[in-house]
């Protein structure tokens, strides 16, 4: 295989590779304001939830920055009533 073939092939895997980071692994978090006194009503959701904060890149340049905190929101918002989320990751794609 010619140089700048090799080249070329490398340039092409890399663009289309994309790469996951795993940020944070937490017990208890919350972005809302949490009356305490209440914690023996509140009732642990069955399933798993997923929340997203996503930006488009355009040739090569960003239209923002993705933020965990909106994506801790939107997690939050799935759930009517939820206050908060347990046992969660926060990772951040590529």
């Not at 890399?14 to 949490?34: E, P, W």
């Not at 959701?45 to 801790?72: H, L, Q, V, W, Y």
């Amino acid at each position: 295989m010619r140089p700048s073939k090799t080249i070329l092939v490398s340039c092409v895997a890399l663009i289309l590779a994309g790469c996951s980071q795993r940020l944070v692994d937490f017990t208890v978090i919350s972005s809302k304001n949490i009356n305490l006194s209440r914690d023996a009503d509140f009732k642990r959701f069955s399933t798993r939830i997923k929340g997203e904060d996503r930006k488009r890149i355009i040739i090569f340049i960003p239209t923002g920055i993705p933020n965990a905190k909106e994506a801790m929101d939107n997690a939050i918002e799935s759930v009517p009533g939820a206050v908060g989320l347990v046992d969660g990751v926060i990772t951040q794609n590529s």
